[in-house]
């Protein structure tokens, strides 16, 4: 007796809900949901660690500016403009209320 050939289903065939997922869609979902799963009950806590750690990387960059002597403040010069735009949300943070150089105006 012959076999027939079944047709095979498609690994990336109709997901959930009967939608087609892209190549590689599957897996870039997997990914997605693996990464809400271990990083979702420690969101607060890794954001703030996070903040803490751009506050300082402020204070290495502008430390230069408020007579503080750094090491890097010659590597550290071409990133103040990008940093200006940060700088009173930054100051207000470290409980300084009005901008600590008389260069810079943000208030």
Same mark, same amino acid.
């Given at each position: 007796?012959?076999?027939?050939?079944?047709?095979?289903?498609?690994?990336?065939g109709p997901g959930p809900g009967g939608r087609v997922t892209p190549p590689g869609g599957r897996?870039?979902?997997?990914?997605?949901?693996?990464?809400?799963?271990?990083?979702?009950?420690?969101?607060?806590?890794?954001?703030?660690?996070?903040?803490?750690?751009?506050?300082?990387?402020? #204070? #290495?960059?502008?430390?230069?500016?408020?007579?503080?002597?750094?090491?890097?403040?010659?590597?550290?010069?071409?990133? #103040?403009?990008?940093?200006?735009?940060?700088?009173?949300?930054?100051?207000?943070?470290?409980?300084?209320?009005?901008?600590?150089?008389?260069?810079?105006?943000?208030?």
């Amino acid at each position: 007796m012959a076999r027939t050939a079944r047709p095979r289903r498609s690994p990336d065939g109709p997901g959930p809900g009967g939608r087609v997922t892209p190549p590689g869609g599957r897996l870039s979902r997997a990914l997605e949901l693996l990464q809400e799963f271990y990083e979702g009950r420690h969101r607060a806590a890794l954001a703030r660690e996070k903040r803490e750690e751009d506050d300082l990387f402020m #204070l #290495l960059v502008f430390s230069e500016l408020m007579g503080i002597p750094s090491p890097a403040g010659y590597y550290t010069l071409e990133l #103040l403009p990008i940093l200006y735009e940060d700088f009173h949300a930054w100051h207000l943070r470290m409980g300084m209320e009005h901008s600590p150089l008389d260069h810079i105006q943000c208030c």
